[in-house]
């Protein structure tokens, strides 16, 4: 079987998963200007899952607030409302495909080096002095989202295209694009779109291994096209690719970080991976 492009392979798969309604009620609810912080934890508190999840990220040490957080609606009002629909929409996503089969990849693996790519972009978006960091853990946990969907539904594309990057020794990313003339990078961001999550998180995932390519927000693609590369190199966990996929020369001078800023940055997403891993196993696991 094959598609014109990732648009109509998303189109034709049959199971893939839609995002839980509480992500779209807390959406419309942070747009009305009437509601407030106890409209959002009443709404998160519908789903004792997602809630206890929340807790222990408000009191973990990715935050280091002072005092214990015993409430969903406390936890609502330090973490932010920016930051709150990043959290939902990552702990949603992550448990809608926390089931599958590992036949072809293992699962474990791949879900730690998401991780390690949202820790890595995170980590860089603070050397950078961006603002809201927690959107680039978003971006780079969700990168290769599009694997998944090719796993899942159409397993037979994806084994082709792992046998023609170890035969070619090539990254995983080209060889898709010889077996689908796309690659699962534009199948996330088809995946993205069909959740209605903006262009500001479906540019950046799309564009992550060609980040001079991306269309409106050039500067978040080059973050998570590092975040992708230190994730490999770092060892923490691995999505299929056989291979360290290719850097952008152009990454250092987009993002003013010479070669020597990136130890540091690697020092702290060593620091900040084990937490990270542990709260993702927590919010997977249902508990």
Known sequence: MRFRNAEELIRNADDIPSLPQIVYRLDQSLQDPRANFNDFA???????????????????????????????????????????KELVVATSITRLFSGLPNSLVDMGQFWQHSIGCGISAKVIAGFCRLGNTERYYLLGLLHDIGRLVLYRSYPELAMESFKLAQEQDTPLYRAEQKVLGFDHSNISAMLLKSWK???SVRDPVEFHHSPHDARYFSEDAFIVHLADALSHSMLLGNAGEPLIPPLDPLTSARLNIPPARLEPIMQQVDREYGDALTLFLSATSGG
């Open 42 to 84: 009443n709404i998160i508190a519908e789903d004792s899952a997602l809630s206890a999840h929340l807790l222990r990220i408000a009191n973990s040490s990715l935050y280091q607030f002072p005092e214990t957080i015993d409430t969903v609606s406390r936890a609502v009002t330090l973490i932010g409302t920016k930051q709150l």
């Open 197 to 199: 999550l903006p262009m």
